[in-house]
C-alpha cells in the first residue's frame, strides 16, 4: 500500500480476489479437500487441454498459451487452496504436465524446446495499458505482480479481434478495477520498445485532487 499526503493512491493489488461465484465456489471446495498432485494435473488438463486439436499442438506459441492458461488456473485455484500443493514457474508445470499427460508424453523430449521457442515468441508481443497521473502529474497509478516482487503499469496483450485502446482499458480495469475510458483517449499515448517488444499506455489525467480511488485486481494473480 501506497500513501501519499495522506491520500491514498495506490493500493496494493492483492491475489485474493474471487474470479466469479462458480470458480469462488471451486476454491472453497478444494480448501477443504486435500489433493494430490496428479489428481491436480488430471483437473487442469482435462479442463484446458484434453480437447486440443492436433493442428494446436503442432505450434509452441498456440500449445503453451492453453498451457499457460492451465498453469494460471492451477496457481490460483488449486495450489492457492491447498497448501500440500507446491507452486510451480510456468516452466516447472509444463515439464510436470509433459510427463503427467498421456497426450504429452509423446512430446516430453520436445517440452524445453517448445517452451524456449514459445518465451521468445512472448517477448516480441505488443501490450498495451494505461498511465493514469493525478492532476498535478506528481503520482501515478502503479500494479503490483502476484508475487510481490515488481510494479509495473497495468497493461496486456489483444483478445482476437480487439484494437489496441480497447484492449488498454480492458487491461486497466481487470487488474486494477478502475475504468479509465473516462480519463484517457486514443490520441494520447507514450510508446516504446523492450527489446523487440511494443508497450503503449494512453495517458490518463484524474479529475482532481480529492479523487479518491482503491485500485484492487478484477482478476486472480494478474500477470505482468
Given at each position: 500500500?501506497?500513501?501519499?499526503?495522506?491520500?491514498?493512491?495506490?493500493?496494493?493489488?492483492?491475489?485474493?480476489?474471487q474470479l466469479?461465484?462458480?470458480?469462488?465456489?471451486?476454491?472453497?471446495?478444494?480448501?477443504?479437500?486435500?489433493?494430490?498432485?496428479?489428481?491436480?494435473?488430471?483437473?487442469?488438463?482435462?479442463?484446458?487441454?484434453?480437447?486440443?486439436?492436433?493442428?494446436?499442438?503442432?505450434?509452441?506459441?498456440?500449445?503453451?498459451?492453453?498451457?499457460?492458461?492451465?498453469?494460471?488456473?492451477?496457481e490460483d485455484?488449486?495450489?492457492?487452496?491447498?497448501?500440500?500443493?507446491?507452486?510451480?514457474?510456468?516452466?516447472?508445470?509444463?515439464?510436470?504436465?509433459?510427463?503427467?499427460?498421456?497426450?504429452?508424453?509423446?512430446?516430453?523430449?520436445?517440452?524445453?524446446?517448445?517452451?524456449?521457442?514459445?518465451?521468445?515468441?512472448r517477448k516480441?508481443?505488443?501490450?498495451?495499458?494505461?498511465?493514469?497521473?493525478?492532476?498535478?502529474?506528481?503520482?501515478?497509478?502503479?500494479?503490483?505482480?502476484?508475487?510481490?516482487?515488481?510494479?509495473?503499469?497495468?497493461?496486456?496483450?489483444?483478445?482476437?479481434?480487439?484494437?489496441?485502446?480497447?484492449?488498454?482499458?480492458?487491461?486497466?480495469?481487470?487488474?486494477?478495477?478502475?475504468?479509465?475510458?473516462?480519463?484517457?483517449?486514443?490520441?494520447?499515448?507514450?510508446?516504446?520498445?523492450?527489446?523487440?517488444?511494443?508497450?503503449?499506455?494512453?495517458?490518463?489525467?484524474?479529475?482532481?485532487?480529492?479523487?479518491?480511488?482503491?485500485?484492487?485486481?478484477?482478476?486472480?494473480?494478474?500477470?505482468?
Amino acid at each position: 500500500m501506497v500513501r501519499s499526503s495522506g491520500q491514498f493512491w495506490c493500493i496494493y493489488i492483492g491475489a485474493k480476489k474471487q474470479l466469479g461465484t462458480d470458480l469462488h465456489s471451486v476454491g472453497v471446495f478444494w480448501s477443504w479437500y486435500r489433493m494430490y498432485i496428479h489428481e491436480a494435473l488430471d483437473i487442469v488438463e482435462s479442463r484446458f487441454l484434453t480437447n486440443l486439436p492436433d493442428s494446436e499442438l503442432q505450434h509452441a506459441d498456440r500449445l503453451f498459451f492453453q498451457i499457460e492458461q492451465a498453469h494460471w488456473f492451477y496457481e490460483d485455484f488449486i495450489a492457492d487452496n491447498n497448501d500440500n500443493l507446491p507452486h510451480f514457474t510456468l516452466k516447472q508445470f509444463a515439464t510436470k504436465m509433459f510427463a503427467h499427460s498421456d497426450m504429452f508424453r509423446k512430446m516430453q523430449d520436445k517440452c524445453m524446446s517448445l517452451f524456449n521457442d514459445f518465451s521468445a515468441y512472448r517477448k516480441k508481443i505488443p501490450v498495451f495499458g494505461c498511465c493514469i497521473l493525478n492532476p498535478e502529474m506528481t503520482k501515478v497509478a502503479l500494479q503490483c505482480s502476484w508475487n510481490g516482487k515488481s510494479w509495473s503499469w497495468p497493461k496486456g496483450k489483444v483478445n482476437e479481434g480487439e484494437d489496441a485502446y480497447k484492449c488498454a482499458i480492458r487491461e486497466t480495469f481487470e487488474e486494477t478495477g478502475f475504468d479509465a475510458s473516462y480519463h484517457c483517449d486514443e490520441e494520447h499515448f507514450i510508446a516504446h520498445y523492450e527489446d523487440q517488444k511494443l508497450i503503449k499506455l494512453y495517458l490518463g489525467l484524474l479529475f482532481n485532487t480529492t479523487y479518491f480511488f482503491i485500485f484492487i485486481d478484477i482478476f486472480r494473480h494478474p500477470l505482468l
